[in-house]
Every structure is written in structure tokens, then in C-alpha cells.
T-cell receptor, first 114, second 115 residues
Framework: ETGVTQSPTHLIKTRGQQVTLRCSSQSGHNTVSWYQQALGQGPQFIFQ???????GRGNFPPRFSGLQFPNYSSELNVNALELDDSALYLC?????????????FGPGTRLTVL | AQKVTQAQTEISVVEKEDVTLDCVYETRDTTYYLFWYKQPPSGELVFLIRRNSFDEQNEISGRYSWNFQKSTSSFNFTITASQVVDSAVYFCALSQETSGSRLTFGEGTQLTVNP
């Protein structure tokens, strides 16, 4: 069984640029969530996708957007990058929306904005 | 609104000592789920345990044990006979039935186990 994978591992961008991060969910999982983890802090929920539809969003501006594809893989797009966007971006998949199922995390993408 | 508080920012112990990581949570839901995750330096969050709000039975798994008390809204985690490999950041997290599987995390506790 393949776990959650993310690409790229590391990324360096400059202010104002745009970035796309990718995530492949664990086999059998139809729900993907994205989290931002700034240095020394806990992960913060960005948004969640269930069966290709956004299903909830955290306190992040509209320049953070996403997609989920028919195979349940997902993308996170960030436009007009700011220095504070530098963080570890974590993708998590789960086999549904119920709170009981828990989430399984990928290794993350470390984004540095200069 | 939900909230998770981990008051201990950093803990340092010597190998073979027992260590307890504290977690206090806030939620208005009657059905909710509590989790502990471990984050080693590599960055990947590793799932350790899940408890639901209607099961206060405490659990022991090898060197790990968990103490869930609804009366004090606490879900503490104990490592017995700590080892250097236990060094990591540990996160407590909460999901509510009304919010689906999204997680609210605490700020984490950095545990360092010295030889």
C-alpha cells in the first residue's frame, strides 16, 4: 500500500511568484487536506477536498487555492507569494470525512520565499 | 471553536527517564476525537494514537501510555523508559464531528532525550 506522497521536497521562490505543490493520496482515500506549518509552530489547516469539491477552509486568503483530481490526488496553488508563506506544507489523506478516521500525512514540501 | 494547548514548549530528559507530555483541549462538540502525532526531524507527521470522546479507557502500548480525562479536558501522553530515538516534536490534535476529519493542532512539545 503506497502512502501519501508529495512533490517537490523543497522549493525556493521569490516574492510575488506563484507556486504549485502536489500530493498523491493514500490508496483508497478520497479526502485530502492541506496544512501549513511555520517554523516552531503546529500545522494550520488550509483547506480540504472531498471527491473533487472543497469541503471547508481555514483562515487563509484566496490566493491559496486548490484542486482535487478524479484519482483523488491534489494540488495546492499559492499566488503572489509573500515572505510569510515560507513554511512546511503538509498534505494528509483520509478515507472519508468522519472525524474518527484520522489523517495520514505525507513528508511535506518545504517552501522558502526570498 | 476548538483549541488545543500544549503548555510545555520543550522538555529535556536523560535516557530511561519517564516523561509525560501534557495536552488540554477545548471544544463545544459532544463527539470529538483526540490524536497524538510524532514529528521527527525529517518532518513527516507520524500517527501514534486516536481516542474518541466517549471512550475514556486509558491505553498502554509498549512504552507509550495515554491518560484521557474529560473532566479536565486533558489527553496526556507518557513515554516510559525514554530512548534517544524518542527525540522529536510531539503534537496533540483534535477533530470534531461537525468539522469532519480536519485537525486542530497544538503548538507541539519538543522532546529531547539525552544519552
Amino acid at each position: 500500500e503506497t502512502g501519501v506522497t508529495q512533490s517537490p521536497t523543497h522549493l525556493i521562490k521569490t516574492r510575488g511568484q506563484q507556486v504549485t505543490l502536489r500530493c498523491s493520496s493514500q490508496s483508497g482515500h478520497n479526502t485530502v487536506s492541506w496544512y501549513q506549518q511555520a517554523l516552531g509552530q503546529g500545522p494550520q489547516f488550509i483547506f480540504q477536498y472531498y471527491r473533487e469539491e472543497e469541503n471547508g477552509r481555514g483562515n487563509f486568503p484566496p490566493r491559496f487555492s486548490g484542486l482535487q483530481f478524479p484519482n483523488y490526488s491534489s494540488e495546492l496553488n499559492v499566488n503572489a507569494l509573500e515572505l510569510d508563506d515560507s513554511a512546511l506544507y503538509l498534505c494528509a489523506s483520509s478515507p472519508g470525512l468522519a472525524g474518527a478516521v484520522g489523517q495520514y500525512f505525507g513528508p511535506g514540501t518545504r517552501l522558502t520565499v526570498l | 471553536a476548538q483549541k488545543v494547548t500544549q503548555a510545555q514548549t520543550e522538555i529535556s530528559v536523560v535516557e530511561k527517564e519517564d516523561v509525560t507530555l501534557d495536552c488540554v483541549y477545548e471544544t463545544r462538540d459532544t463527539t470529538y476525537y483526540l490524536f497524538w502525532y510524532k514529528q521527527p526531524p525529517s518532518g513527516e507527521l507520524v500517527f501514534l494514537i486516536r481516542r474518541n470522546s466517549f471512550d475514556e479507557q486509558n491505553e498502554i502500548s509498549g512504552r507509550y501510555s495515554w491518560n484521557f480525562q474529560k473532566s479536565t479536558s486533558s489527553f496526556n501522553f507518557t513515554i516510559t523508559a525514554s530512548q534517544v530515538v524518542d527525540s522529536a516534536v510531539y503534537f496533540c490534535a483534535l477533530s470534531q464531528e461537525t468539522s469532519g476529519s480536519r485537525l486542530t493542532f497544538g503548538e507541539g512539545t519538543q522532546l529531547t532525550v539525552n544519552p
